[in-house]
């Protein structure tokens, strides 16, 4: 008897986990609207709010699935201490985790764009090994696209890298 009833349990307990399942998460707020909040908070110097606001996107764009969300909120959680001053710790390890799960979601959906953007992004932050490999994935991705102009995008994007890695070496000379 116990069995039969904890069988209809544990199927619902797991239908709630399945990815894609419309009733897993209830409706609330996208991602980009936590953006909005972050920025919103960001603007009354209040880093307590800013904070609660990122997560919240973050997890929005989590279960958004698409890597565009996660670029976004990898470069907010930048902001934050960059406007506030009051978080000790550095935000890069936050933001590269934001960018690595972009990354593999544009390789995921075969996204040239989305791969281009993370490579950017690792570039802004002064990591141009990561920036170099992800600009090869963004490379391989447009070769399989027909789109003739996002592989022109990539290949300008490219040498505009190669130009900032050139300069920073540089002025560390």
Same mark, same amino acid.
């Given at each position: 008897?116990?069995?039969?009833?904890?069988?209809?349990?544990?199927?619902?307990f797991?239908a709630?986990?399945?990815p894609?399942?419309?009733?897993?998460?209830?409706?609330?707020?996208?991602?980009? /609207?936590?953006l909005?909040?972050?920025?919103?908070?960001l603007?009354?110097?209040d880093?307590?709010?800013?904070l609660?606001?990122?997560?919240?996107?973050?997890?929005?764009?989590?279960?958004?699935?698409?890597?565009?969300?996660?670029?976004?909120?990898g470069?907010?959680y930048?902001?934050?201490?960059?406007?506030?001053?009051?978080?000790?710790s550095?935000?890069?390890?936050?933001?590269?985790?934001?960018?690595?799960r972009?990354?593999?979601?544009a390789?995921?959906?075969?996204?040239?764009?989305?791969?281009?953007?993370?490579?950017?992004?690792f570039?802004e932050?002064?990591?141009?090994?990561v920036?170099?490999h992800?600009?090869?994935?963004? /490379?391989?991705?447009?070769?399989q696209?027909a789109?003739?102009?996002?592989? /022109?995008?990539?290949?300008?994007e490219? /040498?505009?890298?190669?130009r900032?890695?050139?300069?920073?070496?540089d002025?560390?000379?």
């Amino acid at each position: 008897m116990e069995i039969r009833r904890a069988v209809p349990m544990a199927l619902l307990f797991l239908a709630a986990l399945a990815p894609g399942c419309a009733d897993a998460h209830p409706p609330g707020p996208t991602w980009s /609207e936590h953006l909005q909040a972050v920025d919103d908070a960001l603007a009354r110097d209040d880093a307590s709010a800013a904070l609660h606001a990122w997560h919240g996107g973050y997890s929005a764009a989590l279960r958004n699935g698409t890597w565009l969300g996660l670029i976004e909120l990898g470069d907010a959680y930048l902001r934050i201490p960059a406007i506030t001053g009051k978080f000790p710790s550095s935000p890069k390890p936050i933001a590269r985790q934001a960018y690595l799960r972009a990354l593999l979601r544009a390789q995921a959906q075969s996204s040239a764009q989305g791969a281009l953007l993370v490579a950017i992004a690792f570039a802004e932050l002064g990591d141009s090994q990561v920036a170099a490999h992800c600009m090869k994935i963004a /490379e391989g991705l447009a070769l399989q696209q027909a789109d003739s102009g996002v592989r /022109e995008q990539v290949v300008l994007e490219r /040498e505009r890298l190669a130009r900032r890695v050139a300069a920073r070496q540089d002025s560390r000379r």
